[in-house]
């Protein structure tokens, strides 16, 4: 008569079950970040046209608000130009990456410009500040070109190739109806295009994944 036993054999059926991990939303969008600021920024200076017009002058409180719906919205234009240097959505070429360089600088430095009016630091009637002006007209002007440049190379498909144009002809579309129809006209035409344009355009970059 034997003492000895066997050990039963272990039952593979009844290892633990480990659950799939979770995607990682920062990796399957990994523009989120960059898509939010922009359409927040957008609806920040759209809200301040609003409330004071395209170009309040005068009162300091009236000037820092303004200043800081419109500066939120060109921290998100620098947003959104990492994502089309990331992307190459202008091409692969040394054009294109000069383009969102230089479009970089316009835009940093009509930041300047911007903080100097919401501080009232600025005088326009010196050359110097009425030049640092200049920039922030420059820099959308800018982002219009490089709407075009994303229409023709393609390398955002559907309705992201497009968009980028619908937002940033805004410049194109404001500046002449303020010349043409003043700025009270101007100013809800402004804000509504911010909406329908840059509001948007965020949302369709924070969905992208790659």
């Not at 898509?35 to 920040?44: E, N, Q, V």
């Not at 921290?75 to 479009?103: M, Q, S």
Request: proline share 6%; net charge neutral.
């Amino acid at each position: 008569m034997s003492l000895s036993s066997t050990p039963a054999p272990a039952r593979s059926d009844l290892a633990a079950v480990v659950p799939p991990a979770e995607p990682d939303p920062g990796r399957r969008h990994p523009f989120m970040v960059h898509g939010a600021l922009l359409s927040i920024g957008a609806l920040a200076w759209s809200a301040s046209i609003v409330a004071l017009g395209v170009d309040p002058v005068g009162n300091p409180d009236d000037l820092l608000v303004f200043g800081l719906g419109s500066g939120l919205f060109q921290l998100g234009l620098l947003a959104l130009l990492r994502v089309l240097w990331r992307t190459r959505a202008l091409g692969a070429g040394r054009i294109a990456r000069a383009a969102l360089i230089v479009e970089s600088v316009l835009v940093s430095v009509a930041i300047g410009s911007t903080l100097a009016d919401a501080f009232t630091l600025s005088d326009l009637n010196q050359p110097v500040w009425a030049a640092l002006d200049a920039f922030w007209p420059l820099s959308m002007l800018g982002m219009f070109f490089i709407g075009i440049r994303i229409a023709i190379a393609g390398r955002w498909t559907g309705i992201s190739r497009f968009w980028p144009l619908v937002a940033e002809s805004w410049a194109a579309v404001v500046l002449p109806i303020n010349g043409i129809l003043g700025g009270a006209v101007a100013q809800y035409v402004a804000a509504a295009h911010l909406i329908v344009g840059y509001t948007v355009l965020g949302v369709l970059v924070a969905r992208k994944t790659n």
